[in-house]
């Protein structure tokens, strides 16, 4: 049983002594029988108490509805804060207990990316579920659906020349080639309808196109463009236009997601089920590492009820106050303020430097965990939670995500706003409950 999980005994014969000690929070549970066979019951629940009820106790109104208290001895179980990590709680509860029978319990499968198959001596784009690790530069993704890589691929095809036949090519004049070296689709290197230093330029400016998501191919045909207007050759800059805006169009099919699997880096901000932090995830190396709890002691938590002041869209001191003196906004709430008013009107303790610190600190501390490779069912089970969480409307995908600047560093000032948002909105949350 994981060390940190919560774990009580319990004894059907007194099953509500047991469940009166439960919380009424979210949380993953684990259900273990005396018998070594008995395979445990592992689930996720917004409300611990009232659906271990309806599991452990009969119910005479509702004598179909599954009953396991004859059988468990043992309930554990660790809160959660938000539906994220109690997703991702629960694949790591059930890759511990079953292993690769984890992705099948949770219905989780690799996410689609676009291929380059740039080991090929005439490199070609594929769609595979199954990216190789070896060639994670050239994978790219995770796409929603394969529907969606495959027509990503389809439309940047069309932008270049890049062979589409899936053959092992033995260049031969007397090879018939095919109906896209008839539309000049293709460069035809199958009978040698260019020369080999020829497809390999084109075939590194397709590497590079999804490698930046089209920005590189962006660059060049605005750089032409401008050129063209400073000229005054309008139609050709016209033209030009015409080519940025098939490539801007192509490039909206690719999410801000979407990145070499080698570089794909993230840091996600989920409400915590501590009532004044708010939880860290960091996806690096193919995995999945947190919760982190970053304390909102000393912040000024933005008020969304307020306006978009840019004084509180910045949680930071408005005055130098000693750092060993931290109050939390609920504390500094007077009888009859709201949390979300006190938040926004209790003075802030803690100057912006070390609310950065505090940030860079977490993260260290999540690198440390993505710093061993993962076992492939970790890997893909992993990337698929991101991937499910990330392209959920946005009406439902609770918690922000941040991506490294170009420089490869973490926007650390943008994921400290992003904080005080997800913190305001815990507040709000409180506020409407209570």
């Known amino acids: 049983m994981p060390t940190d999980l919560q774990s009580i005994p319990f004894d059907p014969a007194d099953a509500k002594a047991a469940l009166a000690q439960l919380p009424q929070t979210a949380a993953v549970f684990a259900l273990y029988g005396a ?23 009969p119910s005479a109104k509702h004598p179909r509805r599954l009953q396991l208290a004859g ?45 380059f198959l740039g080991g090929n001596p005439y490199p070609r784009i594929t769609v595979t579920h199954r990216p190789s690790q070896r060639e994670a530069a050239w994978s790219y993704g995770p796409f929603a659906s394969r529907a969606v890589a495959e027509r990503y691929a389809e439309e940047a095809l069309k932008l270049f020349l890049l062979r589409r036949c899936t053959e092992e090519l033995d260049p031969n004049p007397s090879h018939p080639g095919c109906v896209y070296s008839e539309m000049k689709m293709c460069l035809a290197p199958c009978y040698k309808g260019c020369t080999d230093d020829r497809y390999a330029q084109e075939a590194s400016a397709v590497e590079a196109f999804l490698a930046t998501r089209g920005e ?67 996806f690096e190396n193919g995995r999945l590492a947190g919760p982190a709890g970053f304390s909102t002691l000393g912040m000024r938590i933005q008020n969304e009820q307020s306006g978009s002041s840019s004084l509180f869209a910045h949680p930071m001191a408005l005055e130098p106050i ?56 970790l890997h893909q089970g992993h990337m698929a939670l991101l991937k499910r969480w990330y392209y959920r409307p946005e009406a439902r995908r609770t918690g922000e995500i941040f991506f490294p600047n170009p420089e490869d560093g973490w926007p650390v000032k943008a994921i400290l706003r992003g904080i005080g948002r997800v913190a305001g909105k815990m507040l709000a949350e409180e506020s409407r409950t209570a």
């Open 35 to 57: 018998e070594a066979h008995f395979e445990p019951y592992i689930g996720r629940t917004p409300n611990l108490r009232g659906r271990l009820e309806r599991l452990l106790q």
């Open 71 to 115: 059988r468990v001895r043992r309930i554990a179980w660790r809160p959660t804060g938000s539906e994220f990590e109690s997703l991702l709680a629960q694949f790591s509860l059930l890759e511990e207990t079953y292993g690769l029978k984890a992705l099948e319990r949770m219905h989780l499968r690799g996410p689609a990316f676009v291929r």
């Open 322 to 377: 000693p750092e060993d003196i931290e109050v939390s906004p609920r504390e500094a709430a007077p009888n009859g303020t709201s949390l979300p008013e006190a938040a926004a009107t209790a003075p802030a303790k803690l100057p912006r430097g070390v609310l950065e610190t505090r940030i860079e600190a977490a993260l260290t501390t999540l690198a440390e965990t993505t710093s061993q490779a993962p076992s492939p069912t």
């Open 216 to 282: 590189s191919r962006l660059v060049t045909l605005r750089t032409e463009r401008g050129e063209a207007s400073g000229k005054l050759e309008f139609e050709s800059a016209a033209a030009i236009h015409a080519q940025v805006e098939r490539v801007e169009s192509v490039r909206a099919l690719a999410p801000e997601l979407v990145r070499p699997l080698s570089r794909l880096r993230a840091v996600i901000l989920q409400a915590s089920e501590q009532p004044d932090d708010v939880a860290i995830f960091l």
